[in-house]
C-alpha cells in the first residue's frame, strides 16, 4: 500500500519500525548473549557499563515481514550510579570547597603574611547541613542504537539527555521539560529534542530540526502526545502537517513503540528514522526524568545544587565555532 506525501507529493510504501524496549535488561534471556557479542565488537561505542535494553525492528506490514535490524543500550554508569562513584565525586567536591573557602578566607585576612594555622581557623564552613553521597546528583539518560547485522553490529547513534538546558528552561517555564541531543552516525549536526509548554497543554510536546542534506531542506518536526491514547501515543508534525505516528503499547513489558512516517521524503531517511527510534526509546523513562527534574530545580532553588555535570554532556555546550578559529 503506497501512501502520498503530504508536503513532497511523492508515493511510496509507508516506513514503519517497531522500537521493543525492556523493563530491564536483566530480565530478558538474550541479553548476555548479545552483551557478550557487542563486548567483542570492535565498535568502541559500547563500554564496559552498558546493558542491551531493547531491539528494533523494520516491518512492511502489507507484506507481513519484520526484520531485526537494531540494538539499543543504555549507559548504566550515568543512569544509575553507584555509591561508590558518588562518593568519589562526594570527596571530589569537599575538596574543591575547602580549597575555595581557604582562598577566601586568605583574600579577607587583614594580615597578608598570615600563618597556615591561622588560615586554617578563619575558615568558616557552610551555614546548610552538610552533603552526603546520597545528594549527589548525577543521573543522565544515554541511550546509543546499534545496527545489527549477521556479519557485523555498528553503531547508528546516540541520544542523550541535556540536564543543563533542562534546569534552564524548567527554571523559566515553571514546569519540568525534558531536553536531549542526538548524534547520528555520519551526520554532521547537532540535533536538539525540546520539549515545549504550551498554555493549556498538558500531554508532553516536544519539536527538533532536522536539516536533511541529499535535498537541502530543513525540516520543522513536532512531536505531540495525544490527550487520550491506549499506550504513549504521539503524532509526527513536519511544517505542522502529520506525516505520521508513534504507536505506543500498553500491555508490553517496558515501553514498546511502533513509528510510521508516511512522508516519502522522510520515510526513506535512514538517520531520520533512526532520530525517531531514539527519541521512542526514551519514552519509557520519562517519568523518571521529570521527577529527576522537579528535584534539581527544587535544590536549585533552595541554594543547595549537587548537581554535577559530565564531560560529555559540557562538550555539547562548547561553542561550535571555536574549532574553526
Given at each position: 500500500?503506497?501512501?502520498?506525501?503530504?508536503?513532497?507529493?511523492?508515493?511510496?510504501?509507508r516506513?514503519?519500525?517497531f522500537v521493543?524496549?525492556?523493563?530491564?535488561?536483566?530480565?530478558?534471556p538474550?541479553n548476555?548473549?548479545?552483551?557478550?557479542?557487542?563486548?567483542?565488537a570492535?565498535?568502541?561505542q559500547?563500554?564496559?557499563?552498558?546493558?542491551?535494553?531493547?531491539?528494533?525492528f523494520?516491518e512492511?506490514?502489507?507484506?507481513?515481514?519484520?526484520?531485526?535490524?537494531?540494538?539499543?543500550?543504555i549507559?548504566?554508569?550515568v543512569?544509575?550510579p553507584?555509591?561508590?562513584?558518588?562518593?568519589?565525586?562526594?570527596?571530589?567536591?569537599?575538596?574543591?570547597?575547602?580549597?575555595?573557602?581557604?582562598?577566601?578566607?586568605?583574600?579577607?585576612?587583614?594580615?597578608?603574611?598570615?600563618s597556615?594555622g591561622?588560615?586554617d581557623?578563619?575558615?568558616?564552613?557552610?551555614?546548610?547541613?552538610?552533603?552526603?553521597?546520597?545528594?549527589?546528583?548525577?543521573?543522565r539518560?544515554?541511550?546509543?542504537?546499534?545496527?545489527?547485522?549477521?556479519?557485523r553490529?555498528?553503531?547508528?547513534?546516540?541520544?542523550?539527555?541535556?540536564?543543563?538546558?533542562?534546569?534552564?528552561?524548567?527554571?523559566?517555564?515553571?514546569?519540568?521539560l525534558?531536553?536531549?541531543?542526538?548524534?547520528?552516525?555520519?551526520?554532521?549536526?547537532?540535533?536538539?529534542?525540546q520539549?515545549?509548554?504550551?498554555?493549556?497543554?498538558?500531554?508532553?510536546?516536544?519539536?527538533?530540526?532536522?536539516?536533511?542534506?541529499?535535498?537541502?531542506?530543513?525540516?520543522y518536526i513536532?512531536l505531540?502526545?495525544?490527550?487520550?491514547?491506549?499506550?504513549?501515543?504521539?503524532?509526527?508534525?513536519?511544517?505542522?502537517?502529520?506525516?505520521?505516528?508513534i504507536?505506543?503499547?500498553?500491555?508490553?513489558?517496558?515501553?514498546?513503540?511502533?513509528?510510521?512516517?508516511?512522508?516519502?521524503?522522510?520515510a526513506?531517511?535512514?538517520?531520520?528514522?533512526d532520530?525517531?527510534?531514539l527519541?521512542?526509546?526514551?519514552?519509557?523513562?520519562?517519568?523518571?526524568?521529570?521527577?529527576?527534574?522537579?528535584?534539581?530545580?527544587?535544590?536549585?532553588k533552595?541554594?543547595?545544587?549537587?548537581?554535577f555535570?559530565?564531560?560529555?554532556?559540557?562538550w555539547?555546550?562548547?561553542?561550535?565555532?571555536?574549532?574553526a578559529?
Amino acid at each position: 500500500m503506497a501512501t502520498e506525501g503530504v508536503l513532497t507529493g511523492g508515493r511510496q510504501k509507508r516506513h514503519t519500525r517497531f522500537v521493543d524496549m525492556w523493563i530491564a535488561a536483566g530480565l530478558n534471556p538474550t541479553n548476555i548473549e548479545i552483551l557478550t557479542k557487542l563486548k567483542s565488537a570492535e565498535d568502541r561505542q559500547f563500554s564496559q557499563n552498558m546493558a542491551v535494553t531493547g531491539k528494533g525492528f523494520d516491518e512492511d506490514r502489507q507484506e507481513h515481514k519484520r526484520e531485526e535490524s537494531h540494538l539499543f543500550g543504555i549507559r548504566t554508569d550515568v543512569w544509575r550510579p553507584s555509591k561508590e562513584v558518588r562518593e568519589r565525586t562526594l570527596a571530589a567536591l569537599e575538596k574543591r570547597q575547602a580549597k575555595e573557602r581557604r582562598a577566601a578566607a586568605k583574600s579577607k585576612s587583614p594580615a597578608r603574611d598570615a600563618s597556615e594555622g591561622e588560615l586554617d581557623q578563619m575558615v568558616v564552613e557552610p551555614d546548610h547541613d552538610p552533603v552526603t553521597a546520597d545528594d549527589i546528583d548525577k543521573s543522565r539518560l544515554v541511550i546509543k542504537m546499534f545496527r545489527n547485522t549477521s556479519s557485523r553490529i555498528r553503531w547508528q547513534g546516540t541520544i542523550e539527555e541535556l540536564s543543563v538546558r533542562e534546569i534552564q528552561n524548567s527554571l523559566g517555564s515553571r514546569r519540568a521539560l525534558a531536553s536531549f541531543a542526538v548524534i547520528l552516525a555520519e551526520y554532521e549536526h547537532l540535533v536538539v529534542i525540546q520539549q515545549n509548554r504550551r498554555l493549556f497543554r498538558i500531554p508532553p510536546s516536544f519539536s527538533f530540526s532536522y536539516y536533511q542534506p541529499k535535498t537541502d531542506r530543513m525540516w520543522y518536526i513536532d512531536l505531540d502526545c495525544h490527550w487520550v491514547s491506549i499506550g504513549v501515543d504521539y503524532t509526527i508534525l513536519a511544517q505542522g502537517r502529520k506525516i505520521g505516528s508513534i504507536d505506543g503499547r500498553l500491555l508490553a513489558l517496558g515501553a514498546d513503540s511502533r513509528i510510521h512516517v508516511g512522508e516519502p521524503g522522510l520515510a526513506d531517511d535512514e538517520q531520520f528514522m533512526d532520530l525517531l527510534s531514539l527519541f521512542a526509546a526514551t519514552i519509557g523513562f520519562h517519568k523518571q526524568i521529570w521527577k529527576h527534574i522537579r528535584r534539581r530545580v527544587s535544590n536549585v532553588k533552595r541554594g543547595r545544587s549537587v548537581h554535577f555535570v559530565e564531560d560529555e554532556e559540557m562538550w555539547l555546550l562548547k561553542n561550535p565555532r571555536r574549532i574553526a578559529r
